[in-house]
């Protein structure tokens, strides 16, 4: 069975950071690819980043210069190292695989202006 867990949320204040995690279970990590999405309350989930299996990595713009997303084959984990957070950021984040399409349950952060 496939599983996504992720932690590292919290409330943080405007400017500051946060170090999100997803750990994952029943893959074989290393040749799967995984995103970060987010979503605001009200809000439509919105893809934040991508890190394809080759390390290769992709972000949204409105992130891209604040926020990196990163993995640990050894650990089966993926990262997303968010900087310089805004009040805009706020929301549950969620991390998925591609292949199969599973979804974490989400963790909220929130950041205060």
């Known amino acids: 069975q496939v599983k996504l867990v992720e932690s590292g949320g919290g409330l943080v204040q405007d400017g500051g950071s946060l170090r999100l995690s997803c750990a994952t279970s029943?893959?074989?990590?290393?040749?799967?690819?995984i995103d970060w999405y987010r979503q605001a309350p009200g809000r439509q989930r919105e893809w934040v980043a991508t890190?394809?299996?080759?390390?290769?990595?992709k972000s949204a713009d409105s992130v891209k210069d604040r926020f990196t997303i990163s993995r640990d084959n050894a650990k089966n984990a993926a990262y997303l190292q968010m900087n310089r957070l805004k009040s805009e950021d706020t929301a549950v984040y969620y991390c998925a695989s591609d292949r199969p399409r599973v979804w974490g349950q989400g963790t909220q952060v929130t950041v205060s202006s």
């Open positions: 890190i394809e299996s080759t390390g290769i990595t």
């Open positions: 029943g893959l074989i990590f290393s040749i799967t690819a």
